[in-house]
């Protein structure tokens, strides 16, 4: 059975930080891409960052440029978002997705070449970040 396990949401107050974890099971961990999504009340759900399990390319929204961080560890399948300079606009429900690396390239970079939620094929339930300001 494929899971995906999404924790680490909670209370912050602006300018703080918070580390999300996404635990996989049920799938060859390598073998896929492994995203972050956010979707705000009265909003649509919007691409956060993603990460290419076998060779660490990742992706990010503009809007977390310099902010947040994706990191994976294969040991635990594993994927991290940690999150800086949070700001009230952060709030949203945050979601881990996959999506078959075959459905992705990376440049020389370190660059995933998308990371987008209609992509996915398996997802985890929400946890909720909520920033105070």
């Known amino acids: 059975e494929v899971q995906l396990q999404a924790s680490g949401g909670g209370l912050v107050q602006a300018g703080g930080s918070l ?3 996404c635990v996989a099971s049920g799938f060859t961990f390598d073998d896929y891409v492994i995203g972050w999504f956010r979707q705000a009340p009265g909003k649509e759900r919007e691409g ?3 990460i290419g399990i076998h060779d660490g390319a990742t ?4 809007s977390m440029k310099g902010r947040f961080a994706i990191s994976s560890d294969n040991a635990k399948n594993t994927v991290y978002l940690q999150m800086n300079s949070l700001t009230a606009e952060d709030t949203a429900v945050y979601y881990c997705g996959a999506d078959h ?3 992705y390239y990376s440049d020389n970079r370190g660059a995933l070449s998308a990371c987008s939620d209609y992509a996915m094929d398996y997802w985890g339930k929400g946890t909720q970040v909520t920033v105070s300001s």
Do not use: A, Q
């Not at 992706?59 to 503009?62: A, M, Q």
């Open 48 to 50: 956060v960052s993603c």
């Open 19 to 21: 580390r999300l974890s």
């Open 101 to 103: 690396i075959t459905n």
């Open 59 to 62: 992706w990010f929204g503009n």
